[in-house]
């Protein structure tokens, strides 16, 4: 039975007896009150429990999950008319037919080839489509992709829940099942995000403190800094200084990133992919500062002229003291809610530059996928997909582009609603 | 009078920003060996050249029939231009001064720059953004338009129905434009223009639109001069020599006054290629808008919540003036300063998405050269830092834009 709220108490706490919870814990507790209340904010956070439930199951149960298929394994089609097939031509409304021994000019994608009417088997060997009876000449020579399926019977790679991914490069394509390749990414979207956005949040919080404490020409200085870095957009920053260090590095050895391999879920994580890995990580932080350092700085202004601070410096506080013990945790508001906000978009960006092909410059993406990636590559096959169309044989690969995005957008969408939600609670005026 | 000393103090205020963004670039530009500052400079070395950009090469290759090394004659001299044997305050100056003065560099030939704009080859970095500009701001224009469209009525609608299914459903539209990959968005968009041009209208090899002799070019993952979306259309197989494009596509025009792809082809009396361009332009401008709507409309909403609370609103309703007056005139006009001042930020924002949508979409804006260049394998620096440097004065001269309008509609802020 939930106690009648005092009204005159602004908390809404109900009362204990013994020792009064000290003040910060009672903010907390108010925050949490009003978070109570908020649908969508709860909403999100239930989305945020999930995610972070799956990455540790998956972490923790599924270390060896596999989730690349090479394209040794060997699928087999049974026909074109089983819906299991994850075939269907859009342009008759039919299943499609099988397209054999076609060649193309020099003139880019025009393509003459003979439609036959399909035998009743099909195999998906080494990322493309053979037929028994023709073997190696009888090819298509864009990537098929496999739609959500359980039959086990269908593939030999197992169950496909959510479908396949298949990515392409010049001579060979890589075959990828999406439901465990979401669950072998969920652990690192979350470790990446929360450190990338930690570290540049942290470093934002230090010069935040110091511009807003010292004031004066260190403020003003400070201040300058951030308006130039906030000036440059945070993806076209990243683009040119991965591409910098990305030369730069490489001629540098960092001695502290030479380490012995390091094994996680499966994989081992040789010291050649630590130095992109830190690199990458290290050149996302180094644009990520400015903002909150502007947040801070404007906090700490108001928290710098409480009574408190003047109480602390009349006992005799030093700068360090008052700093660390009252400055940043009264100040620190602010850096949750767009630490919150921060860490959904960072997926999208990481997307962003797989999309746009930093997968191989800095970010090894094959030992550390996530889910931005994955939805990077599901595009890479929508090209193929154009290509396909254009020849004539629309195979839409909707599942390919559904299911990362669809993790990708949860994600983001939750920690939007979580911070909205936490900027309500924690902005009296907003409150009502 | 006023207006004009506002105006100096924010140009005032700009510059030290500027230089700010150029000194970034020139401690990015000092970290790369020297090799890659050169080709960044002066474009790839001469392929004739034994002794390219190496600081020394055998003496043979200088004085015919001497042993040894010698000096590289052209090394020095490129290096002097650089001033990279001077000391460092004395080379900063010489880049801050390359920077304003638009010596850019220019483009090399190692990158995909170098495939896709094979016209660019050893061309100043400055003159072939300058190309690509006049893409960017129509996109820019237009989004910033569906933006405003969108995201005020929406705003206001929300704040008048605070709360109520309404708001909510535009709170979570808007959220989720937020979350939604772009490069998802852009490629699902692209996916079902294909699909309804190939399989609905029956547009494929075999039944074609095209004239005979003519072919379907469709697109095929790689980039070419002026393809923009959706890359596809009737093609002769011969490239027109003047411009190097096909010719079915609106940069091959006779003549480009402006360089807006959109005006040229209407000034040359091609309407159908300026709608074609038009029409080109609005998908890709509305996934920038549904990206970066939610921030305005959050803060449209908010300023309206505030307004609508204030003593002189109550008045207008006491006084029995109609409530969609109330709205549209008494409120709505003064949380306009707010909108004013977020657009700036917004602008700054989706200007940031412009290499991803550029690039989803085939067009030929700055944000691709960006993107183009920095592919691996062959960075181009020199278009690498000049997209940068052109951004940012994209940015901070809307900023200035936005700042003016705001001085002129609140005659504190340019009086105060």
Redesign the interface.
């Known amino acids: 039975m939930a106690e009648a709220v005092d009204p005159s108490q602004v908390s809404g706490v109900p009362k204990r007896l013994g020792r009064r919870p000290s003040p910060r814990i009672a903010q907390l507790k108010r925050t949490w009150y009003f978070l109570r209340r908020n649908t969508?904010a709860m909403v999100g956070l239930g989305i945020l429990v999930v995610i972070g439930a799956v990455a540790l199951y998956a972490a923790v149960f599924l270390p060896n999950i596999s989730w690349v298929q090479m394209p040794v394994m060997c699928a087999t089609d049974y026909g074109p008319d089983n819906p299991l097939s994850g075939w269907s031509n859009?342009?008759t409304g039919a299943n499609g037919p099988f397209t054999l021994a076609y060649t193309c000019t020099n003139?880019?994608?025009?393509?003459t080839y003979e439609v036959v009417p399909p035998p009743n088997a099909a195999q998906f060997c080494g990322g493309q489509w053979y037929k028994t009876p023709y073997s190696a000449q009888s090819f298509v020579s864009y990537p098929s992709a496999i739609g959500p399926t359980i039959n086990l019977a269908t593939l030999k790679g197992g169950p496909m829940p959510l479908g396949s991914l298949t990515l392409s490069a010049e001579s060979s394509t890589s075959f990828y099942n999406i439901w465990p390749a979401l669950l072998r990414g969920s652990d690192w979207s979350l470790i990446m995000s929360v450190s990338i956005v930690g570290i540049g949040a942290t470093v934002g919080l230090f010069v935040g403190v110091v511009a807003g404490y010292y004031g004066g020409v260190i403020d003003d200085a400070l201040m300058?800094?951030v308006?130039?870095?906030?000036?440059?957009?945070?993806?076209?920053?990243i683009?040119?200084?991965?591409?910098?260090l990305?030369?730069?590095v490489r001629?540098v050895a960092i001695p502290p990133f030479t380490l012995a391999g390091w094994h996680y879920a499966g994989y081992t994580i040789v010291p050649e992919l630590w130095t992109p890995l830190f690199t990458a990580i290290l050149g996302f932080a180094a644009v990520w500062w400015p903002l909150y350092a502007r947040l801070v700085r404007a906090q700490v202004l108001t928290v710098r002229e409480q009574k408190y601070i003047e109480a602390a410096k009349a006992s005799g506080a030093r700068n360090g003291r008052i700093l660390f013990k009252h400055i940043i945790p009264n100040s620190v508001y602010p850096v949750f809610i767009q630490f919150s906000l921060d860490v959904?978009t960072v997926?999208?960006l990481i997307?962003?530059l797989v999309?746009?092909?930093?997968s191989?410059?800095l970010l090894p993406t094959e030992y550390f996928p996530e889910w931005?990636t994955l939805?990077?590559w599901?595009?890479y096959d929508?090209?193929?997909?154009?290509?396909s169309?254009?020849?004539?044989l629309?195979v839409?690969p909707w599942w390919q582009?559904f299911f990362p995005?669809l993790a990708?957008?949860l994600?983001?969408?939750s920690v939007?609603?979580l911070s909205?939600g936490l900027r309500d609670a924690l902005d009296p005026r907003?409150r009502r | 009078m006023r207006m004009l000393v506002y105006v100096i103090r924010r140009l005032a205020l700009i510059v030290p920003v500027v230089i700010g963004v150029m000194t970034i670039v020139f401690v990015l530009i000092n970290a790369l060996p020297v090799y890659y500052q050169l080709v960044a400079a002066y474009g790839n070395p001469n392929p004739h050249d034994p002794c390219s950009y190496n600081p020394t090469c055998p003496c043979g290759e200088i004085y015919p029939g001497e042993k040894g090394t010698c000096p590289n004659p052209v090394y020095v001299r490129l290096t002097h231009l650089l001033g990279l044997d001077r000391p460092v305050y004395e080379r900063y100056f010489v880049y801050i001064y390359h920077a304003f003065t638009f010596q850019w560099g220019t483009v090399a030939n190692v990158s995909a720059v170098q495939a896709s704009y094979s016209f660019a080859r050893d061309q100043p970095v400055t003159k072939f953004l300058g190309e690509m500009l006049p893409s960017t701001i129509e996109l820019a224009a237009l989004s910033l338009i569906i933006i405003l469209a969108i995201a005020i009525p929406l705003g206001n609608l929300g704040a008048v129905n605070r709360n109520r299914p309404i708001d909510q459903a535009s709170r979570i539209v808007s959220f989720s434009g937020y979350a939604i990959p772009p490069f998802l968005l852009g490629s699902f968009v692209l996916m079902g223009v294909y699909y309804l041009l190939y399989s609905h209208v029956g547009f494929d090899v075999h039944t074609p639109w095209c004239p005979s002799g003519e072919v379907l070019y469709a697109f095929n993952g790689q980039s070419e001069l002026t393809g923009s979306w959706p890359a596809a259309g009737c093609y002769s197989g011969q490239l027109s020599i003047a411009t190097n494009c096909p010719t079915w596509l609106s940069n091959c025009l006779v003549s480009h006054p402006t360089g807006f792809p959109t005006y040229d082809a209407f000034y040359h009396g091609q309407y159908w290629l300026g709608l074609d361009t038009l029409i080109r332009l609005i998908l890709p401008a509305l996934v920038v808008a549904y990206g970066s709507i939610a921030i305005l409309l959050r803060f449209v909403r908010n300023s309206m919540l505030e307004v609508m609370n204030l003593d002189y609103i109550r008045t207008a309703r006491a006084k029995g003036v109609p409530e969609s007056r109330v709205i549209s005139k008494h409120a709505g006009r003064n949380s306009m300063n707010v909108t004013v001042t977020v657009l700036g930020l917004t602008f700054a924002g989706f200007l940031g998405g412009f290499p991803i949508i550029e690039d989803v979409f085939y067009l030929n804006g700055v944000g691709r050269a960006l993107v183009l260049a920095a592919q691996p394998g062959g960075f181009d620096f020199g278009v690498i830092f000049g997209s940068t440097i052109l951004f940012t004065y994209l940015i901070v001269s809307a900023n200035l834009i936005v700042d003016v309008l705001y001085a002129y509609l609140d005659p504190r802020v340019r009086l105060g």
């Open positions: 969508l859009s342009s003139v880019p994608y025009v393509c300058r800094l308006d130039i870095f906030l000036s440059i957009p945070i993806i076209l920053f683009i040119v200084l991965i591409a910098v990305s030369v730069t001629s959904g997926p999208l997307g962003a999309y746009l092909g930093f191989q410059a931005g939805a990077a599901s595009v929508m090209q193929t997909f154009v290509l169309c254009s020849l004539g629309c839409i582009l995005g990708v957008f994600f983001a969408v939007n609603l909205d907003l």
